[in-house]
T-cell receptor
Framework: KAGVTQTPRYLIKTRGQQVTLSCSPISGHRSVSWYQQTPGQGLQFLFEYFSETQRNKGNFPGRFSGRQFSNSRSEMNVSTLELGDSALYLC????????????FGQGTRLTVV | DQQVKQNSPSLSVQEGRISILNCDYTNSMFDYFLWYKKYPAEGPTFLISISSIKDKNEDGRFTVFLNKSAKHLSLHIVPSQPGDSAVYFCAASGRGSEKLVFGKGTKLTVNP
């Protein structure tokens, strides 16, 4: 069974640009969550989608948005990039929301210059 | 406000000895706890979990202990192996919030 696939693996953008990251969950998993990992803050929750609906949202500005498609694939978008947005963005999939283990992708390393 | 705290950023242990990684939480609504291991350039991988109805869960060399009154959990790895060297994240979820809340991680180094 294929794992969680995130594309692209690496990305370099300039300040002010926007970026879209993609996540394909494990087949059959309908819940997708996004996390930002930085050295200072660790893993911080961005948002969670289940059945194309956002169920939870973390404390991030409105520049961060996401969506989920009918095939459970998810995208997250960051507009008007700032230097501080440089981070590893991780996607995790699980069968459903709630108390269940999540499987992570390898992440997308975003560098904003 | 950090709801899940891993106060030791790093830990160094000799091969064959026990590694103990600690985690504290503040939210009494948390009722499910997980440990993830992360190698560089890879996503976190699930290691072991424990529900609040238990105080211990064991899986091979890995044991997680939960002390609900102290809002504290720990991961014991015994015996430690060099391949265990990684960053370990403690995570929690609970009633009213299904999202996982992670600690900042502890970097474990197991020396041969």
């Amino acid at each position: 069974k294929a794992g969680v696939t995130q594309t692209p693996r690496y990305l370099i953008k300039t300040r002010g640009q926007q970026v879209t990251l993609s996540c394909s969950p494990i087949s059959g998993h309908r819940s997708v969550s996004w996390y930002q990992q930085t050295p200072g803050q660790g893993l911080q929750f961005l948002f969670e989608y289940f059945s194309e609906t956002q169920r939870n949202k973390g404390n991030f500005p409105g520049r961060f948005s996401g969506r989920q498609f009918s095939n459970s694939r998810s995208e997250m978008n960051v507009s008007t990039l700032e230097l501080g947005d440089s981070a590893l963005y991780l996607c995790a999939s699980s069968l459903q929301p709630g108390n269940t283990e999540a499987f992570f992708g390898q992440g997308t390393r975003l560098t904003v210059v | 406000d950090q709801q899940v705290k891993q106060n030791s950023p790093s830990l160094s242990v000799q091969e064959g000895r026990i590694s103990i990684l600690n985690c504290d939480y503040t939210n009494s609504m948390f009722d499910y706890f997980l440990w993830y291991k992360k190698y560089p350039a890879e996503g976190p991988t699930f290691l072991i979990s424990i529900s609040s109805i238990k105080d211990k869960n064991e899986d091979g060399r890995f044991t997680v202990f939960l002390n609900k009154s102290a809002k504290h959990l720990s991961l014991h790895i015994v015996p430690s192996q060099p391949g265990d060297s990684a960053v370990y994240f403690c995570a929690a979820s609970g009633r009213g919030s299904e999202k996982l809340v992670f600690g900042k991680g502890t970097k474990l180094t197991v020396n041969p």
